[in-house]
Structures are given as C-alpha cells and as structure tokens.
C-alpha cells in the first residue's frame, strides 16, 4: 500500500518561517508535489522534487531525500492568507501522471 | 493559462436522483484528466482518472457504476453521480495535466463541485 503522513496543524505568527514535513511509503517513488488549498477552494501547485534537495520558488521551499522517504515545505516569511491546508503528494513511476495526496496539514497564521 | 473548470459549483438534490458535473480544460487539451472527491478537513481521494476516448481507469473501492465517467473530448470530462444517497454528498475535484507544457508536473485543479444530498 501507499501512505502519506503529514502533522495535522502547525500554527505561526506573521513573518516567521515554519516547515511541513511529509513522510511517504510508496512502491515505485518518482516525485513529490506540494499544494495549497484555502477552505472551499481548488488546491493549488506550489512545488515539485523530484531529485533529492532543495527547490526553491520565492517564498516557499520543498525538499526531498529518496533515501529517508521524507521532504517538507519551508513557508518563508508567513502572511496572513498563507493560512491554508497544505499537501504532500506522490506520483509514481506506474500510471505516473497520477497523485496520492498526504493527509494535509492545517496552517494558522496569526498576526 | 491553464484553466480548468467545473460546472456546477454546487447542486443539491434528493435521494436516488443522478448528478452530472462537468469539467473542462479552458485553454488546453487534456488526454488524462482525474477525479477526486474531498470530504470537510480531509484530503483528497483520487476516484479515477479519465482518458479520452476509453474507459475510466478506478481506484480501488469506487464504484464504477456508482461514478460514471464519460471524457468525451480532450476538453470535456464528466462525472455522473448515480442514484445518489446522502452519503455521496461531498466535494468532488477534478484536474487535468497540460501535456504540451514542457513541465508537466503541475495538475491543475478545477474549483469543485459540493454535492449535497438530501
């Protein structure tokens, strides 16, 4: 079987940095993706690894190590309406246009 | 670019009546497009995903004749919620990938539908 796992809530002030991890077990690994979604809304894209390291696009940052089966989102510089859910997901090899989305982390950002 | 829609955005309706939602990719064409449904603070569930001109392909434990999906074009893809009860109710996603991007990592997601039945 598949399973993602992710905190349920992280809560942050304004200006400040927080890091969702994400940890996976999946057979056939071939990329991570990140998105956003506000309540009642579409998720949205925010990053994609698919080797190990750092990717960088502005204020948010994803990592991945294949080797530990981990990766996080790096919120920099919090904003209000950055509070949202967050996702992990998983694309594999087979079928690999498909994603299995982590269990999703809640962030609070409080001025 | 990149646009994907839903209609409708939200449909209420009685028990054992069929719901069609419709999603279509605004401004590329979609082979694949996928199916997901959402319940209130959980993730998404991948139900399916939809290849033009054949079957839908479903996940395990979906109803394939519960969840008709029919991609009748490569902008066009749709789900039909049959006989439906009020354990349907649910907020049904759809994306799509634009293939001819160079990157084609990014889904793009469709606004969703809220199904509620009564």
């Known amino acids: 079987g598949q399973s993602l796992e992710q905190p349920s809530e992280v809560t942050a002030v304004e200006g400040a940095i927080v890091q969702i991890n994400c940890t996976y077990q999946?057979?056939?690994?071939?990329?991570l993706s990140w998105y956003q979604q506000h309540d009642g809304g579409a998720p949205t894209f925010l990053s994609y690894?698919?080797?190990?390291g750092l990717e960088e696009t502005g204020r948010f940052s994803s990592f991945l190590s294949r080797s530990d089966s981990y990766g996080y989102l790096l919120l920099q510089e919090l904003q209000m309406k950055d509070s949202a859910s967050y996702f992990c997901a998983v694309r594999r090899s087979t079928g690999f246009q498909k994603l299995v989305f982590g269990t999703g982390t809640r962030l609070l950002v409080s001025p | 670019g990149a646009v994907v829609s839903q209609h409708p955005s939200w449909v209420i309706c009685k028990s054992g009546t069929s719901v069609k939602i419709e999603c279509r990719s605004l401004d590329f064409q979609a082979t694949t497009m996928f199916w997901y449904r959402q319940f209130p603070k959980q993730s998404l569930m991948l139900m399916a995903t939809?290849?033009?001109?054949?079957?839908?392909?479903?996940e395990q434990g979906v109803e394939k004749d519960k969840f008709l999906i029919n991609h009748a074009s490569l902008t066009l893809s749709t789900l039909t919620v049959t006989s439906a009860h009020p354990e349907d109710s649910s907020f049904y996603i759809c994306s799509a990938s634009d293939l001819d991007k160079l990157s084609y990592n990014e889904q793009f997601f469709g606004p969703g539908t809220r199904l509620t039945v009564l």
């Open positions: 999946t057979s056939g690994f071939y990329g």
């Open positions: 690894n698919a080797l190990d």
């Open positions: 939809s290849n033009e001109g054949s079957k839908a392909t479903y």
